[in-house]
């Protein structure tokens, strides 16, 4: 007897601990190979010597909290699930089940 192929669904496991992380910020680059996000945490200044000194230099540092980095193959499904999921959340459109695979 033949063993049958099924799919293969991937589920997120969050009974392993791991930190949740805030970012307000993304930076995205893009090479032939791969996709980087970096995720800062985009706090003003906090000061009067912050604020002259971002004036002065027109730079405003930010915390870097994560950098992802994934293969430019699920780019295009990263894309579409967050579309969805932004869809879904505004009431424009139905959950389609899109997976980022």
């Not at 540092?61 to 992802?68: Q, Y």
């Not at 193959?73 to 695979?101: E, F, H, N, S």
């Amino acid at each position: 007897m033949a063993s049958e192929e099924r799919p293969l669904q991937i589920i997120a496991d969050f009974t392993k601990s791991s930190p949740r992380i805030y970012a307000n910020y993304v930076q995205v680059s893009i090479s032939p190979i791969d996709c980087t996000l970096t995720f800062c945490d985009v706090i003003g200044p906090t000061n009067d010597e912050e604020a002259l000194r971002m004036q002065k230099t027109g730079t405003l540092p930010a915390p870097v909290r994560a950098v992802l980095v994934i293969p430019n193959q699920i780019v295009d499904g990263l894309i579409q699930a967050i579309k969805d999921q932004r869809d879904k959340q505004v009431g424009l459109g139905k959950p389609t089940g899109t997976t980022v695979q």
